[in-house]
Nanobody
Framework: QVQLVESGGGLVQAGGSLTLSCAAS????????MGWFRQAPGKEREFLAA????????YYADSVKGRFTISRDNAKNTVLLQMNSLKPEDTAVYYC??????????????????????WGQGTQVTVSS
């Protein structure tokens, strides 16, 4: 069983920055590919970024490319999402997810929410204008 806990959300003004953190409860964290998603009210859960087991490969949605950066620290069982130049449309609940079966990257469908089998509870990010 994998437990993921996000933190770092909050209220920020447009143009500001936030760093989200996701802590995993298992010692085999380095064997999982990780992803960040978000969901705004009334909308589908949206892929943001994904990172390979050792962090050598990263992928981003076009909507956040150049503004968000995903990284991981396997020694601390943590994955981060650095968010810069935030916009009001970035307001959403942000989730981290783990692909413990290794299918997301192997299939190339790292952007597909159903490839991830464990999810955190989410953290709210609100960007004011």
């Amino acid at each position: 069983q994998v437990q993921l806990v996000e933190s770092g959300g909050g209220l920020v003004q447009a143009g500001g920055s936030l760093t989200l953190s996701c802590a995993a409860s298992v010692g085999t964290f380095s064997s999982y590919c990780m992803g960040w998603f978000r969901q705004a009210p009334g909308k589908e859960r949206e892929f943001l970024a994904a990172i390979s087991r050792r962090g050598g490969s990263t992928y981003y949605a076009d909507s956040v490319k150049g503004r968000f950066t995903i990284s991981r620290d396997n020694a601390k069982n943590t994955v981060l999402l650095q968010m810069n130049s935030l916009k009001p449309e970035d307001t959403a609940v942000y989730y981290c997810a783990a692909d413990t079966l290794g299918e997301a990257f192997a299939s190339g469908r790292y952007y597909y929410r159903w490839m991830y089998d464990y999810w955190g509870q989410g953290t709210q990010v609100t960007v004011s204008s």
